[in-house]
């Protein structure tokens, strides 16, 4: 029997996890809703092995005190390694697993949900009914049929957003350093970033957050686009310059604003849940315009996604056992 304690652990993922490990038998699981850092790491005595998610602090400190109280396998429940100290569980002689790929779909529609909330208004519409106006002044809305569609990155998520986009009769540009066949041969154009830029109506971001893409979307970028163009970022805030994105607000350059990742978001997933990027005075003043939408990192937050995190994370700590 492996002893796994399972950190940052909600009552979503507890349920989830338990259900899953029905199919394992020689995982015992304990669920702790705490964060690991070096305040809780002690509650990992005893244990074999420890899942993790991207807000526990697995660094240097954690990990030798880890390993010396018999932890020898660190399971995440996320796609990404920046939370762990890869090297230091390499020389502690721990074993590090992640679940590569989650949730494309899931985040493809919520890019398409964001989009379909503010090309009809929907989130303006809903606040004036449940006041009793229906008056439908102002949440004039265009179709997406015939469309030109931007996608930057075409990896997974890009892939299934681009088809999905397709399914409405766009026309979908795509843009990425390794083109995908496959979106080819259902219809999508690669081009060059610039024509992307001057011919996209909506531009959606599906690339990752590197030396290359930081503030992907900057004054110069923007400027390449057309009037009233709809950005939309379910990948990583910084992709976005946030103070260039509100200036284009005020400028009408940028007409719709769909946001799931923003800058400051760090502040909700390594802080505590309360603090600073509610006070942050961008993101305050980027809530104020009624032609942004901007949801909490939900991209990949459904039930099957959660199904897959944990049957693979089960399978994961499995294989370390059968090892
Ligand atoms: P992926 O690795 O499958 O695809 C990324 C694609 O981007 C690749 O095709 C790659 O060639 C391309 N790319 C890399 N550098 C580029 C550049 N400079 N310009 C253009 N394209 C470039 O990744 P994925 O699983 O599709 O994830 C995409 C993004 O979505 C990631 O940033 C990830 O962090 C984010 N994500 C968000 C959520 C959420 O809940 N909102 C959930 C999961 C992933």
Redesign the pocket.
Same mark, same amino acid.
């Given at each position: 029997m492996m002893k796994v304690a399972v950190f940052s652990c909600k009552p979503y993922d507890q349920r989830t996890l338990s259900e899953a490990a029905v199919h394992t038998p020689s995982l015992a699981l304990t669920y702790f809703e705490s964060r690991l850092s070096p305040e809780t790491m002690s509650l990992a005595n005893g244990f074999d092995a420890i899942a993790c998610f991207v807000n526990d602090n697995i660094d240097r400190h954690v990990i030798e005190y880890l390993a010396r109280h018999g932890v020898r396998a660190i399971a995440l429940r996320c796609?990404?390694f920046n939370n762990v100290d890869l090297y230091a569980a390499k020389a502690a002689n721990i074993k590090v697993y992640h679940v590569p790929?989650y949730?494309?779909t899931s985040?493809a529609e919520?890019a398409v949900a964001l989009i379909m909330t503010l090309n009809r208004k929907t989130h303006r519409a809903y606040h004036r009914v449940k006041e009793g106006n229906f008056a439908l002044e102002g949440l004039l809305g265009f179709n997406l049929q015939s469309r030109t569609i931007g996608c930057?990155? /075409?990896? @997974?998520?890009?892939q299934a957003f681009c088809s999905i986009m397709r399914g409405f009769g766009c026309r979908v540009l795509c843009?990425?350093?390794?083109p995908n066949d496959a979106l080819i041969s259902q219809g999508c154009e690669y081009t060059d970033l610039e024509t992307l830029y001057a011919e996209s109506d909506i531009i959606s971001l599906?690339?990752?957050?590197?030396a290359?893409?930081h503030h992907l979307i900057n004054s110069q970028s923007l400027a390449k686009m057309k009037d009233g163009v709809m950005i939309i970022n /379910?990948? @990583?805030g910084a992709l976005v310059n946030a103070q260039q994105a509100i200036d284009a607000l005020y400028s009408g350059k940028i007409g719709y604003l769909g946001l799931?990742?923003y800058e400051q978001e760090n502040a909700i997933f390594f802080e505590d849940m309360s603090s600073n990027i509610i006070h942050d005075s961008v993101f305050q003043l980027m809530l104020t315009f009624p032609n942004v939408v901007v949801t909490g990192?939900?991209?990949?937050f459904t039930q099957e996604a959660l199904d897959h995190i944990a049957a693979t994370t089960l399978e994961n700590l499995t294989h370390f056992e059968e090892d």
């Open positions: 796609a990404g790929d949730s494309p985040v919520h930057i990155g /075409t990896g @997974r998520i890009g843009y990425d350093i390794a599906h690339c990752p957050l590197n290359s893409t /379910t990948s @990583r799931d990742v990192h939900q991209g990949y």
